[in-house]
């Protein structure tokens, strides 16, 4: 709402109370209106209409603004609103002027668009597609950036009785630390020259939720997976149980995967399994016939598993010999680090040919396991060996 509108709204309902005292005090009196009243009254209300007519015109002028005419608006609206309407118009193609101070697009050396309030839109939504990379523990920062950890596997602080003027042995942890760098990540969204003319579509809404799920799947993967060479997410995780079998999980093999992680990590704690894992895991049953898997409305998946809430995901391996299937803990415990958080570039001509515009999106980013007491995966059993 613009201050001439929210103006105008004050000065209508001002009209009101005027309207209001002249007849309140006619009805304390016990009377009709004054002749002079009624002319104030009648005066009065052919004002609040005439506001009203114009404050409902603005309004309608407003909308066509942010509808019929593009999102394109004028440059100095200020705040999200003008970055989104003018990156919806750079992407139309319009002749949108990034002019210091009105939005927060700044273009880079390389020629890229940097919309800083629309990245922040894609990673918000990155955030709510995968629960992996919203509760990861997020580092800030430029470059490699090391993160220290205490570890105390190999000796730690110990507390212990003791007679008076008798010598104590000190001990000790060490301080480790893990190294974060970033990989270069790339992600292209195509929309359709017929989509962008349309204007019931939000156009800046479509390329964040496609830009998005690209990104948050990819992410997902490898976090959870990682690659050989580059990110390398929760394969290196060191707390691994082996599950008894290796084609079928038991109730046992949970059980022995939950209590892996310790009670200080319980409170925030996922189990994180691929839909047919858990199409395999709503068939186990207790010793009392119940299934373990519970239909409870109020988790945020609509399952909980021996109290925890159940996330799926497609990037985690199915039942097989010496797959990873299952991991469980609290994902704070892995590293996240955004060295060059998601941009995106506009590429006009590139799909000239397929009636289309490209949204090429860049992220650089990292994952490691720094907290190994928080997470624990479930490995099936290995294959027998050839005799």
């Known amino acids: 709402?613009?201050?001439?509108?929210?103006?105008?709204?004050?000065?209508?309902?001002?009209?009101?109370?005027?309207?209001?005292?002249?007849?309140?005090?006619?009805?304390?009196?016990?009377?009709?209106?004054?002749?002079?009243?009624?002319?104030?009254?009648?005066?009065?209300?052919?004002?609040?209409?005439?506001?009203?007519?114009?404050?409902?015109?603005?309004?309608?002028?407003?909308?066509?603004?942010?509808?019929?005419?593009?999102?394109?608006?004028?440059?100095?609206?200020?705040?999200?609103?003008?970055?989104?309407?003018?990156?919806?118009?750079?992407?139309?193609?319009?002749?949108?002027?990034?002019?210091?101070?009105?939005?927060?697009?700044?273009?880079?050396?390389?020629?890229?668009?940097?919309?800083?309030?629309?990245?922040?839109?894609?990673?918000?939504?990155?955030?709510?597609?995968?629960?992996?990379?919203?509760?990861?523990?997020?580092?800030?920062?430029?470059?490699?950036?090391?993160?220290?950890?205490?570890?105390?596997?190999?000796?730690?602080?110990?507390?212990?009785?003791?007679?008076?003027?008798?010598?104590?042995?000190?001990?000790?942890?060490?301080?480790?630390?893990?190294?974060?760098?970033?990989?270069?990540?790339?992600?292209?969204?195509?929309?359709?020259?017929?989509?962008?003319?349309?204007?019931?579509?939000?156009?800046?809404?479509?390329?964040?939720?496609?830009?998005?799920?690209?990104?948050?799947?990819?992410?997902?993967?490898?976090?959870?997976?990682?690659t050989d060479g580059k990110i390398e997410g929760c394969s290196n995780i060191k707390n691994v149980v082996t599950a008894a079998k290796a084609d079928s999980i038991e109730l046992d093999d949970l059980i022995d995967l939950q209590d892996s992680v310790i009670d200080f990590y319980q409170a925030n704690a996922l189990w994180v399994m691929n839909r047919k894992t858990r199409t395999v895991v709503r068939k186990l049953k207790d010793a009392d016939g119940k299934p373990l898997l519970q239909q409870d409305i109020s988790a945020p998946w609509g399952y909980t598993l021996l109290g925890k809430p159940v996330y799926t995901s497609d990037n985690v391996a199915t039942i097989s010999a010496g797959a990873r299937t299952i991991y469980y803990g609290d994902f704070e415990g892995l590293g996240v680090h955004f060295a060059e958080e998601p941009n995106t570039q506009i590429l006009n001509e590139k799909f000239a040919d397929q009636h289309a515009v490209g949204v090429l999106g860049f992220a650089e980013v990292d994952a490691k396991v720094y907290i190994e007491q928080a997470l624990a995966a479930l490995e099936m059993k290995g294959a027998a060996k050839a005799a």
């Open 1 to 226: 709402m613009s201050k001439m509108t929210k103006a105008l709204i004050e000065k209508r309902n001002g009209k009101i109370q005027e309207m209001r005292a002249i007849t309140e005090k006619a009805a304390t009196e016990t009377r009709a209106l004054t002749p002079e009243e009624d002319e104030s009254f009648k005066e009065l209300q052919g004002e609040v209409d005439a506001l009203k007519n114009t404050i409902d015109a603005m309004q309608h002028a407003a909308d066509l603004v942010e509808g019929d005419l593009g999102e394109l608006g004028t440059a100095n609206d200020g705040g999200e609103a003008a970055d989104v309407r003018a990156f919806a118009g750079y992407i139309r193609g319009a002749n949108v002027q990034l002019r210091a101070g009105e939005t927060n697009l700044t273009t880079g050396a390389n020629g890229d668009v940097i919309p800083t309030t629309i990245a922040d839109r894609i990673i918000k939504r990155i955030y709510e597609i995968s629960p992996i990379a919203e509760k990861a523990m997020k580092f800030p920062g430029k470059g490699k950036i090391a993160i220290p950890y205490y570890d105390e596997e190999n000796g730690g602080i110990t507390v212990e009785y003791v007679e008076e003027f008798t010598d104590g042995t000190s001990t000790v942890g060490t301080f480790k630390t893990i190294t974060l760098g970033g990989f270069l990540a790339r992600a292209v969204t195509k929309v359709s020259k017929s989509l962008m003319n349309s204007t019931d579509i939000d156009l800046v809404a479509f390329v964040v939720e496609d830009m998005a799920k690209q990104f948050a799947r990819w992410m997902e993967r490898e976090f959870l997976i990682g």
